[in-house]
């Protein structure tokens, strides 16, 4: 670390990290109902260490605690819309209808019509995501992933 003299004082020229936040969360592997950032872990599992990490909030279930399909082409092989029941206000959500940051976006990805995909908005019309075959990463919350939008959630006990 250098300094500079300005009228007497010394100023630090450390480099200033302008990353986002979210860059620590790029290029993790998936693996559906997984928790780990080293060997897998999936979109709902992600928004909940995001939570954890960043917000201090510690959402007391997992996607293992709603979804029971162990194999990873789950999402093609269920009826049941496990995501919204766990996105109510029993389990510590709202509804909302524009997306802020940290909210969560819910989707119906593929040819179902349940809900099988959530991601993180970050802002700037951009989500945080992660599913089978891909590694996280941003992608534009646009008219591609808002017309597989199925709903939109917000911690409750959001803090500001």
Known sequence: MSTLA??????????????????????????HLGTSTKTGIDCFNLCRLIYKEQLGIDIPYTT???????????????????????????????????????DIVLMSIGST??????ALYVGDNKILQIMIDHTSWIAPYGRWYKQYTTGIVRWINMPN
């Open 6 to 31: 300005l009228t007497g004082q010394s100023v630090s020229t450390q480099p200033i990290d302008i990353s986002p936040w979210y860059k620590k969360y790029l290029g993790l592997p998936y693996l």
């Open 64 to 102: 293992s605690d709603f979804c029971n399909i162990v194999d990873e082409d789950w999402y093609s092989k269920t009826t049941e819309q496990w995501m919204h029941k766990a996105a109510t206000t029993e389990f510590g959500w709202k509804a909302v209808t524009s997306p802020q940051k940290y």
């Open 113 to 118: 019509n349940v809900t099988n995909h959530c």
